[in-house]
Structures are given as structure tokens and as C-alpha cells.
């Protein structure tokens, strides 16, 4: 209908100039409305913002949406990386922004995220005490709910499972893991946790198959051990790394790990922003 009254402005002898901005004012509003419904036919998405070396990820399920860490090289870029993908999916507020841990590379784009977006809840594991992020997010106006077990959140036609360590021996190993599950997939993320880390969240007997993983520590040989991919056996490995980062993560060893096991690997410094729906 709208292009119709755009092609009758231009064939018209006459020129109504209402006519193409009533058209071109109905095409935004219905641009809008589609880019606000098209994500409501999934059942689940997961979007693995490209924020450069650091982590952000958005679990969405029907009308609800909660980000997994808002971190990268530069907290603003970050921030402004993670609104971008979400304005594209017709997001306006969040449900909960959810840290994994407080390194800089997962978290320091939050502060700037809530000062310009609606979230309902931030959800901070209480670890690191020490950290400024953690100190400074904790005087925001954003409810705090402080992770110290386990906790389930509903999301659309699933949930999400916050799997708070109960071990700390190192930043690292203090990542909290998070576990969406829908009825027809279920998404792991372990943050910067090491093997020793995921084999204690194996050991809490609450982690089987998985169809995604969000491979722990950008793809550091020190993470995404054997015993853990025979373990939880995923479809999909998500790698969110920087391209040509210092650290040369993904390390080789982790994706020769990943291909022995049959996974799909997908990179956000070879394919930008990555989304998984379903």
C-alpha cells in the first residue's frame, strides 16, 4: 500500500506534497513494527554482539530479553555496539543485564549501557569484592540482585539458569555460568572459566548435551577441556574474540578440540555479529 501511494506521487501530474510524506511516515512506522515483530516468531535467539576482544551476549525468548556481559576494548564502542544490535531486533529495554565476572573484557560497557537503556535488574555474582566495576555498578539506580546460588529466570518460552561458582580460586574461575534452556535448545555460557572451573560446574550435575556453546575464555587453550566437551557435546561452538588479538585467542589447540568433537564453529572476528535463532 505504501509503495503504491509513492508511485502514485510520482505519476500524478499534480505533486501532493502530504501524499509522499503520509507514505514515507507509514512505511517507517510499518518498518518499525516489522523489526519489533520478526523477532517474536522465534521460540529462542542468541546474538553474540562484535564488541572486539570481550564478550556480550543477548538471550531473547518471545517479548523478554537479558544480556549476558557487556564487555570489550573500549567501554563506550562497547556499549554502543551492544545498543545497536539490540535497536536492530526492536529492543527498547532489557529484563536484566547479567555479568559472568567483573574483568574488564566482560563488563565495562554496563556502566554505560544502563545510563541510556531501561534494564530491570542488573544480576552481579558477589565475587571479587575488590573490583571497581563491581563497586561502581553497585551505586547505580538499577535494582542489584546479588547471584550466591543457583537461580532460575523465566525468558519467553524458557528460562535462564545462573550458575554462581561456590569455589573462587581466581578471577577466572570466579565466573558465574549461565544455562538458557527452550524446548528446543539449550545455550551454555562458562565466561572465563578454566578447565579445572568446568569441571566443578560438571560435577553440580546440572549441565548434560548442549546445542550452543559459548566457548569459555575466547577460545584460550586453557579453557574448553576435553572431559567437558565429551560432556556436554555441542552442536555450535560461538567464539567471541577480536581480530588479530594479543593474546592469539582462539588458541589452535581449543578449535582443533572443537572440530575432533564435531562442532560448527562460528567466530565473531571472522563473521562480526553472530545470530543463532530457533
Known sequence: MTISLIVLFFLCKKKFPVLLASSITLLYILSLAATWAEPQTDNFRMTAVDVGQGQCILLQSKNQAYL???????????????????????????DGLILTHYDEDHSNG??????????????????????????????QKTPVCWVRENQELPCGKG???????KNVTENNESSMCILFQT??????ITGDRNTEGEIRLLEE???????????????????????????????????????????????????????????????????GTIIIRG
Not at 159 to 165: A, D, E, G, K, R
Not at 183 to 188: D, M, Q, S
Open 68 to 94: 549476558v556481559d557487556c564487555g570489550g576494548g573500549n567501554p563506550e564502542r562497547t556499549a554502543e555496539a551492544a545498543l545497536k544490535a539490540m535497536g536492530a531486533q526492536g529492543i527498547r529495554k532489557l
Open 110 to 139: 554496563a556502566e554505560y549501557l544502563i545510563q541510556v537503556m531501561d534494564v530491570d535488574t542488573l544480576y552481579l555474582p558477589d565475587t571479587e569484592p575488590a573490583s571497581d566495576i563491581r563497586y561502581r555498578l553497585s551505586r
Open 159 to 165: 528460562n535462564i539458569c545462573l550458575l554462581p561458582t
Open 183 to 188: 524446548e528446543n535448545c539449550a545455550i551454555l
Open 205 to 271: 550435575d546440572r549441565i548434560g548435551k548442549v546445542d550452543v556453546l559459548v566457548v569459555g575464555h575466547h577460545g584460550a587453550d586453557t579453557s574448553t577441556g576435553k572431559e567437558f566437551l565429551e560432556a556436554t557435546q555441542p552442536d555450535i561452538a560461538v567464539i567471541s574474540v577480536g581480530k588479530d588479538n594479543y593474546y592469539g585467542q582462539p588458541h589452535s589447540s581449543t578449535l582443533q578440540r572443537l572440530s575432533w568433537f564435531g562442532c560448527q564453529i562460528r567466530r565473531t572476528d571472522l563473521e
